[in-house]
């Protein structure tokens, strides 16, 4: 029994976390693409309106265990900056999945930004999305000041923004 425990601990310990990572890209300080759609709440969504804050543009799948792992620090983070008159926001795009799939996922969260699909995958292509998840940080300018792959815990949403507000980007 206790040969299991260690096995078991040892695999615990040795198993990759779960985390994001800032991860190069050209498109770092480049105007963010657009992102624009009906959101699964059915009203109108665009980034452009968003112009003069900071939004996090988070894309996601519901078959992505990282993605399953994430969406609670981004609930967290969400509802802090909702409270807050120049808190940041949060834009979903659905990577690869089905519009029933990806809308059965917010729910299940009670994720409560817009969220919106990307059926024929023109947005992630255009910000060179691979795999989900994928995190840019957009400034109130509409410029991608930083670009995170993996799940991104509240303390590192809240890191990056600041960093984001103390560099002016």
Not at 32 to 54: E, H, I, K
Not at 146 to 167: E, F, I, N
Request: hydrophobic share 45%.
């Amino acid at each position: 029994m206790l040969v299991l425990l260690v096995a078991v601990a040892v695999v615990a310990a040795t198993r990759p976390s779960y985390q994001a990572s800032q991860v190069a890209s050209p498109l770092v300080g480049q105007r963010a693409p657009a992102v624009s759609g009906t959101s699964f709440d059915g009203t109108s969504v665009s980034l452009a309106s968003y112009r003069g804050r900071y939004v996090y543009v988070n894309f996601f799948a519901s078959w992505c265990p990282p993605c399953v792992a994430e969406e609670p620090n981004l609930v967290a983070f969400n509802f802090e900056q909702q409270r807050s008159p120049t808190g940041a926001r949060v834009l979903g795009v659905v990577f690869n999945d089905s519009d029933a799939a990806a809308r059965q996922f917010v729910t299940r969260w009670g994720a409560q930004w817009p969220t919106v699909p990307d059926n024929d995958g023109a947005t992630a292509n255009a910000y060179g999305v691979e795999s989900p998840p994928m995190t840019f940080l957009v400034n109130p300018s509409g410029r991608i000041v930083g670009v995170w792959a993996g799940p991104a815990k509240v303390s590192q949403l809240d890191s990056m923004l600041a960093v984001a507000r103390h560099h002016g980007g």
